[in-house]
């Protein structure tokens, strides 16, 4: 970008743009080779996805984190919902800390699913229930 004269974005716009081309994300987009399909003789057992409060404290508070969810939908100088919980399944798969809200959000849009709902059936393929 800057060989073309034009500004570098934010680490935090950057990470919205992706969040948001990542859920805009479809099966369809993702067929292609799959390379590493011969190497998994069986599949992997389906573990329950589950949140999970966080032990760290900020002061007498428990820490929060901006849910991987609410931050693509929050417009420029917004700030997104914050959360304690995050999904044990998801961090440990991606080593880092997956927060998921545990709430009904964008419900004046119709949506009556959590953001955690929201995470596994995009990512997924599977709801928590």
């Known amino acids: 970008m800057k060989k073309k004269w034009l500004s570098v974005p934010t680490h935090a ?4 743009r ?4 990542l859920l805009n994300e479809t099966s369809v987009d993702l067929m292609g080779g799959d390379e590493l399909a011969a190497l998994l003789a069986e599949p992997l057992p389906a573990r329950a996805h589950t949140l999970e ?3 760290e404290l900020n002061g007498s508070k ?3 984190w901006l849910c991987k969810v609410c931050s693509p939908y929050a417009g420029t100088g917004v ?8 999904c044990v399944t998801c961090s440990a798969a991606k080593k880092g800390r ?5 709430k009904t959000r964008r419900l004046q849009h119709g949506s009556t699913l959590t953001c955690n709902e929201v995470w596994h059936q995009q990512k997924s393929g599977i709801s928590s229930g």
């Open 53 to 55: 409060h966080t032990g």
């Open 18 to 21: 992706l969040y948001v081309n």
């Open 79 to 86: 700030r997104s919902f914050e959360t304690s919980y995050f």
């Open 13 to 16: 716009a950057f990470m919205r």
């Open 98 to 102: 997956v927060t998921l809200c545990n």
């Open 62 to 64: 428990r820490r929060q």
